[in-house]
């Protein structure tokens, strides 16, 4: 009922305003989620190729941090430090941790800075060792970036560290005051190890000594040249390291960033956008963690994190406890923005319009309703009986202007009236009657159609016929009237319900003027936008698309460098060929050996049997020497017993003076000294002349062995030379042998290179041609003319720059090539 009261001056701008309103929010609605869909996409696939490679990062640093703590474990200088420290720390009498705290850090005149005392000058063993090891392993320190570096003995006991923390000279065995800390744990566990391969680890958690900022820890035992187990190695790593690798926020916009969650569900790493230190602080949990701690990668959206609703992509990364994740985030808001921007610049735009079409719907309205209201107030006047009125609009053309003429020749049949007799008055009344109803016919016939239209229904017409040709002429103007209105708005509505079938290809065709002609423009210029817009996003579409195709050549091209590996490893082979041949010669040289040394065997049998009786007669020397060999010991006792008794008689004669009974005793010894040494010397006299007599013959026979020996030097100077030979192609076989491993391990590092290029290339062509095909389902939806679309300047430097990228990609491999072995085939360069 509140509908049918508005009067058509309302209603003809109100429908105009409607039609043009439920346009540009449904074109509004579409453009809004079709770029918000492809700007999602896009940041979803940012935000997951950012968590992979900051997983991959920390996972690469974690092993790096592995692999240093192993070199500095098995390095001479840790051995020998910590072999010196645990010696010197048992040469501490009473208590060693008192001591080396009273001298390192008590009576360290930098309180500030414990590490930097070296040395206390003094001999203390202890003191000798520190300064010798300590600026190497403080400087260590600083170029690793580890916060702490400790030394244990086998007892748990923390013989060294750089920084002489509160634990420094403490015990981590059980029952000790940190036995129960990470540090603790991992030492324990590395005093149990029995090789040297293996490692202890710790996550992150607070420890008090280091002010109880989050550290993480990593122990290996130590081992001496022997294989003996001597100590534990241990670093101490702070979570302000993780932030240094993951801290690089390109790609990330305003609010993105890349944190380490732990399988606790809290950080550990620090968050820029907070004031204090996240790690083992702030929380971060929810299923896309979860499911990142399980060893697969996870894409969603959370609003826990910072109280913001944010994009997030997780993967997973594995260390030697539980397992972290690498976790990027992005507010939404941020990763929208464009799209609400353009979703505010289409608001602006549709409102302006919105509103030039509601004043054109206004003005049009206006030009129907204004002079059809001035008409109907004439006819009410009429109708009163003043037929003095003027009747306005009877020079317009149109149907207006018809239906004024009509009034007007109303208003005057009825002046004619008033002024004919009562017959013709009867007449006249009697042709008024039906004048009259056929007005009423009119009436209803004129306001069936006028009802319709004001519900929007433009298809019924003024069907009645007649007598009079000026109502006749009134009945087609409206006729007239409708189908224009019907025509103009049934095209426009044509071209809308194209458009919300994703046609853009239609257009309004007709031929209008006025506010018709304005809105027809309106209408195509709306249809031309949308067809520009889509048509873009075709072209964006086919750069994506021939993108992919550069990514797919790249890989056709590290296919082709990949033949030439094969290439590489034929010139391997003929090279292990080679050193065939070289073994084949080093085998007929060990043969010519093998006779010499079968002729060296012969001569040194028969130089055996010479030697045999050498050696009896050596023998018959040995017994003559082992009897002067007694003799000659005896002698020396006697020289002995009288170099003794001098010395007794020098001493008596000192003490006693001119007491002479002393000397006489020892004078008296002496002479008995004294003969039975001669008569052990005329025994030896006549042993020796035995054994010259013995060792004569010894010496004939010794010339013989002698010229035997000498054959066989000669034999054993041929063996030599074979066997100079044999090492000659020893060491050509070592060459060979060197550049074939060599080789090979330029082709096993070539190898892993192209495998992590081929991996990142597929994932990177996977998700490219996910979003394309994404992209291109979205865009086909729609249909626009086949029109040759004009190429703009931008895609050129989107192609170049792709191009550009394999350039580069090329100019690294080679680059990393030529730092490789010199032994490579050159044709490897151009990988």
Known sequence: MLKMSLPIARKLPLALIGSALLVSVGVGLASYMIGSQALRS??????????????????????????DLAATAQSEATIQALRDFGSAWIQFKTDPTAEVRRLYVDENPDKTNL??????????????????????????????????LYLFDLKGFLVYTVNKGADYGTSFAEGGPYAATPLGQVVTQALAFETKEELAFADFAPYEPTGALPASFFAKPVFNAQGRKIGVLALELPSERLDDVIGDRTGLGETGEVVIAGSDGVLRSDSVFTDGNDALVTPFAGTLLETALAGTPAIGEMSDYRATDMLVASAPIATRGQPWAAVAVMAKDEVLAPVANMRNMM?????????????????????????????????????????????????????????????????????????????????????????????????????????????????????ASFPDVELNALARSVNSLVETVDRGLGETGEVLSALADTDLTRRVRGDYQGAFAQLKADTNAVAEKLGEIVGQLRQTSGALKRATGEILSGANDLSERTTKQAATIEETSATVEQLASTVIDNAKKAEAASKQAQSVSETAEAGGRVMNEATAAMDR???????????????????????LLALNASVEAARAGDAGKGFAVVAVEVRRLAQSAAGASADVKALIEQSAGEVSGGTRLVSDAAAKLTSMLEAIRGNTAALEAIAKGNREQASAIEEVNSAVRQMDEITQHNAALVEETNAAIEQTEAQASELDRIVEIFTIDDKPAAVTPKSAPAETGIRGMQQKLKSAAGAYLTRGNTAVDPDWAEF
């Open 42 to 67: 896009s940041a979803e696939t940012n935000l997951s190729t950012m968590a992979s490679e900051r997983a991959r990062q920390v996972s690469t640093y974690l092993q790096s941090v592995e692999a």
């Open 115 to 148: 590490a930097a005392l070296e040395t206390l000058g003094t001999t203390n063993a202890y003191d000798v060792t520190h300064t010798r090891f300590h600026a190497g392993f403080r400087n260590q320190l600083a170029a690793r970036g580890y916060r702490e």
């Open 347 to 463: 608001l602006l735009i549709g409102a302006g319009l919105l509103a030039i079409v509601a004043a054109l719907g206004l003005l049009f309205s206006r030009t129907i309703t204004r002079p059809i209201t001035r008409l109907t107030g004439t006819m009410e006047t009429l109708a009163q009986g003043n037929l003095d009125v003027e009747v306005p609009g009877a020079e317009r053309t149109d149907e207006l202007g018809a239906m004024a003429r009509t009034v007007e020749i109303f208003r005057e049949n009825a002046q004619k009236i008033n002024q004919m007799t009562e017959a013709e008055a009867a007449q006249v009344l009697a042709n008024q009657a039906e004048r009259a109803k056929m007005m009423t016919s009119l009436q209803q016939a004129f306001g069936d159609v006028v009802d319709a239209a004001i519900a929007g229904d433009f298809s019924r017409r003024v069907d």
């Open 621 to 643: 020397i040995t017994a003559s020497s082992a009897k002067i060999s007694n003799i000659i010991g005896l002698i020396d006792d006697i020289a002995f017993q009288t170099n």
